[in-house]
Every structure is written in structure tokens, then in C-alpha cells.
């Protein structure tokens, strides 16, 4: 059975399970649009910013009660050089679950939660090719409580009608 919500905006029956994310890091928009160019090298799945700045492009899930699939948000990740240098050793690599995890700071901002630039995280690698599991650390932020405790089919659609329908 197809996942489906009534939004909470709209009224409108959407079917399938939403996701979000960004096409780049925040720091890469904090590049003058006229220097990323030459100062920015950015993949789907990599970004790195000044030889100096590497990012990765990882899934923060949340659990959503009473369904198998869960509510994903596309994020990108700030790694150390060094274990930058281990996920594209491995990147093209079918068995690599076994690599990491890896040390984060969560490089996004996700409405609606609060600041979320500068969450820790923890990168678990996935094999045949799934982007990198972000969890984020254990605290009282609402993103982490809602990727440890799960939410329900009415926040899915209070995030999606926020998403899609209300202005910045």
C-alpha cells in the first residue's frame, strides 16, 4: 500500500512518502555566486570548498509510526580532511558499511526546526551505493528528538505543508 497524507495546507491527498533536501552545503551559498566557480568543487555527493572545507552528502531519516518508510531529509555534512579522504577512498565501493562512522557537524538549515547548522553527527557509510545515514547526537534538539522517537503521519504533513506552501 502507497504511503499517503491529507496536507495540512492544502487539504490535497498526496501519496508517496515527502523527502527534502539541498542541492549544496550552506557554506557553499556563503560563496559569493562569482567565486564558486574557482573556489568550490561540488558533485551529488561531495563538496569541497577552498581545498580546505569537505562535505559530504548523507540522509537524516525519521521514523514515521505505523509506516515501513521513512521521512528523509537530504543534508549535507562537514568531515575532517582525514575522513573526507576515507569516504571518497571507498565511495565507489559496493561493500563499505563497514568503513566509519565518521565525526559531523550537520552544514544545513532545515525548516522548521531551530538551528540546525552545527548539529554533531555520526556518518554511518551504507553499501551498494545508498547515500551515508546521518544521526544526529543525542539531545534535546526537536530534529534529534523526532529521528530517535519517530513522528507521526499529521507532522509528516504539517512539514510538507511548511515546505511546499508557506513562504519564507
Known sequence: MTFEFSCASCGE???G???FGARAPLSYYLIPA???DARCSLGSDDCVIDEEFFFIHGCVEIPVHGEEEPFSWGV????????????AACYDEKERA???????WLNAALRPY????GLKTQVYLRNDGIRPY?????????LAVEQREGISVA?????????MHEKN
Open 155 to 163: 507532522r509528516v504533513a504539517e512539514i510538507y505543508a511548511q515546505i
Open 76 to 87: 549535507w555534512v562537514s568531515l575532517s580532511k582525514k575522513s573526507f579522504t576515507q569516504w
Open 134 to 142: 546521518i544521526e544526529i547526537e543525542p539531545i534535546d534538539h526537536p
Open 98 to 104: 563497514h568503513i566509519g562512522p565518521f565525526f559531523g
Open 13 to 15: 491527498i498526496h501519496r
Open 17 to 19: 512518502m515527502p523527502g
Open 34 to 36: 562569482e567565486e564558486r
Open 114 to 117: 531551530p538551528e540546525t547548522a
